[in-house]
């Protein structure tokens, strides 16, 4: 099975990293959060990816091209014109690299990748931006069992401040950054039928909008649900709090 990972965006709100790259490549603990997600995967398995670019999508291209000079220890011999490679950390990774357009909605980038998927009956779907330690190879399962067109991860969102744990008007202690409302939202973690894009007209056209509520209405969308660690990395502070765990030997994702 490919996974499809989208990382056309412009991530505007992280405004201060992706002036000068797209927002998969800024990093936690020293490595692309593309990466991060891509080790998620292969630790379930999956090792054939499809990357939908946009917006300098010329940067991605250019780190797979060079991934042993990012990953390993090099001698350059200028006066011969050669490059030796030591110890070099290769992934099992088979990944194709697709322009989808700058402008073209995440609906329009599933439809322009479909020639890439085969004759695959089912393809995974991520956001470039996004954490968690989502069991991919259960949620796959999952689909294959329910049987549906599409099926989304559905997460609890973390709450963005700690809260006090209260007695009447008694602080008892704290609780940091606890789930939401209790609500259950898109995590951004798919796995879909190539079928679906037969309900996607074009460039324009948002997955999560039309598609998605049609998918629906048609009794096509399964949710499945992700009790675990989930996080977007939407601001500077999601990117703060995802490096902090890294560093701290203790992030929940890492799975490898």
Known sequence: MKAVLLAG????RLAEETNVRPKPMVEIGGKPILWHIMKTYTAHGITDFVICLGYKGYIIKE???NYF???????????NNKMEVHHAESEPWRVTLVETG????????IKRILPYIGDDDAFCLTYGDGLGDVDIAASIAYHR?????????????????GALKLDGSRVTGFQEKPLGDG????GGFFVLSPKV???IEGDLTVWEREPMERL?????LSAWFHHGFWQPMDTLRDRSYLEGLWTSGKAPWKNW
Do not use: M
């Not at 990953?71 to 011999?77: A, E, L």
């Not at 069992?145 to 401040?161: C, S, Y």
């Not at 609500?183 to 898109?186: A, D, K, Q, R």
């Open 63 to 65: 780190y797979f091209r």
């Open 102 to 109: 700058e402008a073209t909605q995440i609906g329009g980038r």
């Open 69 to 79: 000079l990012h990953t390993s220890n090099v001698t350059f011999d200028i006066r």
């Open 197 to 199: 894009g037969e309900y």
């Open 183 to 186: 609500g259950w939202i898109n």
């Open 145 to 161: 069992k329910e049987g549906r067109l599409a099926t989304v991860t559905a997460v609890q969102p973390p709450g963005r401040f």
């Open 216 to 220: 629906a209405d048609e009794g096509q």
């Open 9 to 12: 965006g412009l991530g505007t």
